[in-house]
């Protein structure tokens, strides 16, 4: 268990490291770019990740599942090879796909510079999907610290090229293009590391059978996860501006450190539940990773929850003010993120659940999202998507206590949820004064600040924070320091 923290803290690091450059980057072409021009980039990856997430249908993560079960050297190398040659094939199909339907998709989106980029843009996923199955396959392989180094590098490599085409040019179209250098040299990165797996071009009839019939179901549920994700945005870039768009997108999203939390956790912790031989030594690793995940996910929501309209403003500066609502909405769905019940199926094998419950996700977000933008505007595509999510949270918990027959006590630790809620309520309070009194970034920062010792020492003193969450985070940091200087 202590091995699984410490590799599911070296991943979360590393994309924390992905996170804090990444942010970076999309503060400053907010500040380079004209709403406009900041509204179509972020089309450009709203088409790859809708499309992407479509082709690929679940085969990044199934190598997860599928490698730490294979034993034998000879036919993991030929599984990782097959995947690998199944990836640069759909990557092919998407790009042709983006070049083949770039005056559709400009139309749809009410933005015809968008006909232009796609021609630049259409190399990226030739790239990208090669690139995308690195950190999964070391996963699978149970290297961690590989997946990491990787991770680091491909910021480093956008945040170089990136930036500097948007400092030197501020057009949006050598932007793309640096875009697309940077995935040309992370492209580079995984091919000369992954180079011992390559396998020749041959129809496995059994392998693809089996393959699919645990990824597709996944993928489908993936996909449709996506979309019920990214709909609200899909609805606004078809119904208002590119300018427009730039705004929502900015507020109506999910703090993406969150996902990168759950996301390194998650991917520790399925090849855990899918060698636990009974439910109760699943029910412990599920719990486990709850208790912890809620310790920083409640008090960061309610954190950013009050300090949002100075945080929006800090990075975007005044121009994107009117994104502070779509922001405040979004964090409703931060407290159901301490809990992935789809790892339980996923675990389990029972990957078709996964993707009903999906569809039932996808369904209902398209019927709110038209109905509410329609009546309440943008904001109503924001308010369609926590309501759903909450649905399908609930969905999942009545199948695995009704179908699964999980008793969900064992799943859910309930009590210490409930103190580490209190611990971040009592700071909430107490940091309240200071956006009360006169704005400064001084007062602001005192207002974080007391929030964070607050949350710290009650539920230290609520135990919600255990010596083992404590003594768990120095070892990490202790063996990080030691990784960095080697």
């Known amino acids: 268990m202590n091995d699984r923290s410490h590799q599911a803290g070296l991943i979360t690091l590393a994309e924390y490291f992905r996170f804090g450059v990444k942010s970076i980057i999309g503060i400053m072409l907010a500040r380079i770019l004209t709403q406009g021009d900041l509204g179509s ?16 249908m679940g085969i990044p993560q199934s190598l997860i599942y599928f490698l730490p079960k294979i034993s034998d050297e000879q036919q993991r190398q030929r599984h990782i090879g097959n995947i690998m040659n199944l990836s640069l094939l759909l990557s092919v199909m998407f790009a042709l796909v983006l070049l ?3 005056q559709p998709i400009a139309i749809r989106f009410q933005n015809p510079q968008l006909s232009t980029l796609l021609i630049i843009y259409a190399a990226y996923p030739l790239m990208m999907f090669s690139t995308s199955l690195y950190s999964y396959v070391m996963l699978g392989l149970g290297d961690a610290g590989a997946a990491a180094r990787f991770t680091i590098f491909s910021v480093i490599t956008d945040a170089i090229l990136i930036l500097g085409a948007a400092f030197i040019t501020r057009e949006l179209v050598w932007i793309v293009s640096a875009v697309i250098a940077a995935s040309f040299l992370q492209w580079l990165f995984t091919r000369v590391k992954l180079h011992q797996y390559r396998a020749p071009w041959r129809l496995d009839i059994p392998f693809y059978k089996a393959q699919f019939a ?4 996944l993928g489908v549920s993936s996909l449709i996860s996506m979309l019920s994700i990214q709909l609200d945005k899909i609805v606004v870039s078809s119904f208002f501006t590119p300018a ?10 999910e703090l993406p450190f969150i996902s990168i939390l759950t996301n390194s956790v998650n991917s520790v912790l399925l090849p855990g539940m899918s060698k636990a031989e009974s439910k109760d ?4 690793l599920f719990r486990a990773a709850v208790r912890k995940n809620a310790l920083f996910i409640l008090p960061v929501a309610l954190l950013f929850y009050l300090y949002a309209p100075q ?15 779509f922001f405040r909405v979004y964090l409703y769905i931060l407290p159901l993120r301490v809990a992935t019940f789809g790892m339980v199926f996923m675990a389990l094998g029972k990957t078709r659940v996964v993707m009903y419950n999906a569809i039932f996700l996808l369904c209902s977000n398209l019927i709110l999202n038209l109905i509410l933008v329609k009546t309440m505007g943008m904001i109503g595509a924001a308010i369609a998507t926590v309501v759903v999510t909450v649905l399908a949270v609930l969905f999942y918990m009545l199948l695995i206590k009704f179908k699964l027959r999980f ?5 859910l630790p309930t009590v ?5 809620a209190l611990a971040a309520v009592i700071a909430f309070v107490a940091s309240y004064y200071f956006v009360q009194i006169r704005p400064s970034r001084l007062v602001e920062a005192l207002g974080v600040g007391v929030f964070i010792i607050v949350y710290i020492l009650t539920g230290y003193l609520f135990k919600a924070i255990l010596p083992y969450d404590i003594e768990l985070l120095r070892s990490f940091a202790d063996r990080f320091i030691k990784r960095a200087k080697a």
């Open 214 to 217: 645990y990824a597709l179901p």
């Open 311 to 325: 945080i929006i403003t800090l990075l975007y500066t005044d121009l994107y003010r009117e994104a502070v609502p």
């Open 416 to 420: 210490p949820l409930i103190k580490t």
């Open 100 to 102: 083949l339907l770039r």
């Open 407 to 411: 008793q969900l006590g064992k799943l």
């Open 41 to 56: 980039y972020r089309q450009l990856f709203l088409i790859y990740t809708t499309i992407s997430t479509l082709m690929l």
């Open 244 to 253: 427009q768009f730039a705004v929502f997108s900015i507020g109506a999203m």
């Open 281 to 284: 030594e699943m029910s412990l």
